[in-house]
């Protein structure tokens, strides 16, 4: 019996497979719909009037599902939805060219509510506020729970976020009512 070595082009297609775990199934990019404002609720700590700064995706008002964007023509999108459970860890970012919103913390399926979540949001025109304690109200998706591996749906209140680096007339921190509503899908999981 003679053995026959295999062409050079069907080693290189099984290095190929084997380099890749032999799948051919596409991971889509993480995207994003983010609706994100300023509010002032009629106190001296904040002084901006309501400003819709950042919204990235289609309004959902005009589809009660709404269009999430990729990475790419000015957008920058990177998400992490991991854990299970009871227990699920964020860390979301989405940007654009009128500014940012990140959100880090640890969530319940079932809770939502202040668990440990940080923000930060970042309107080119006011500057960066923070908040360490914010509140996460889950919002209902067309199929599946609103937070899974992968993927969050929801709504992030944070009524005494600061402004870095800037005070009132009074010598006061500025604060203000900072919320969004958002969605993030096709996210890391580790």
């Not at 032999?22 to 002084?47: E, M, Q, R, W």
């Not at 998706?141 to 009132?168: F, S, Y």
């Not at 500025?174 to 919320?179: A, E, G, P, Q, T």
Request: with cysteine; net charge negative.
């Amino acid at each position: 019996m003679t053995f026959r070595a295999p062409h050079p082009a069907v080693i290189a297609l099984y290095a190929l497979a084997l380099a890749t775990g032999c799948s051919s199934k596409k991971t889509d990019p993480p995207a994003a719909y983010v609706n994100a404002s300023i509010t002032d609720l009629g106190g001296a700590t904040c002084g901006i009037d309501e400003v819709s700064y950042l919204t990235i995706g289609s309004d959902p008002n005009e589809n009660p599902n709404p269009t999430r964007v990729s990475s790419g023509s000015g957008v920058s999108v990177t998400c992490m939805v991991s854990g299970s459970g009871s227990s699920f860890d964020l860390m979301l970012s989405a940007e654009n060219g009128q500014g940012s919103v990140t959100i880090q913390g640890t969530v319940s399926p079932d809770a939502g509510g202040p668990a440990d979540i940080t923000a930060t949001f970042v309107d080119l025109t006011n500057g960066a506020f923070s908040e360490n304690n914010c509140t996460i109200t889950f919002v209902s998706m067309p199929q599946g729970g609103p937070v899974a591996v992968g993927r969050v749906w929801g709504q992030i209140d944070c009524p005494t976020a600061t402004l870095q680096g800037k005070e009132n007339q009074y010598g006061m921190p500025i604060s203000c009512d900072l919320s969004a509503t958002f969605i993030f899908e096709n996210c890391l999981t580790e």
